[in-house]
Nanobody, 122 residues
Framework: QVQLAESGGGSVQPGGSLRLSCAAS????????MGWFRQAPGKEREGVAV???????SYAASVKGRFTISKDNAKNTLYLQMNSLKPEDTAMYYC????????????????WGQGTQVTVSS
């Protein structure tokens, strides 16, 4: 079955960088659309970035220019490179996957990981 496992979260000072990984099994990342989402305490889950099966990408306005989504088909892994981190980036980050790009964009992907915590604080 499809499984997603995030890693790479942690604590970092403002201005720092982190790279999140999402290892996929049960399907090939080259054939699915995938995305990163985040949820901060007391807030709704929000989309961060999406990469479609054709490798086209889209970003939330709040992270554009700072975050980069990518995937390594050989490693069957999704990444999120996060630079110039801000305290407001603090959240649990989740990866998601679906064979329909619209479901990923709409936050309705069928498959989700368990999440990895990112904390940005001085």
């Amino acid at each position: 079955q499809v499984q997603l496992a995030e890693s790479g979260g942690g604590s970092v000072q403002p201005g720092g960088s982190l790279r999140l990984s999402c290892a996929a099994s049960g399907y090939f990342v080259s054939t699915y659309s995938m995305g990163w989402f985040r949820q901060a305490p007391g807030k709704e889950r929000e989309g961060v970035a999406v990469i479609a099966d054709d490798s086209s990408t889209s970003y939330a306005a709040s992270v554009k220019g700072r975050f980069t989504i990518s995937k390594d088909n050989a490693k069957n892994t999704l990444y999120l490179q996060m630079n110039s981190l801000k305290p407001e980036d603090t959240a649990m980050y989740y990866c998601a996957a679906d064979n329909a790009r619209s479901r990923v964009v709409g936050g309705l992907a069928r498959y989700w990981g368990q999440g990895t915590q990112v904390t940005v604080s001085s």
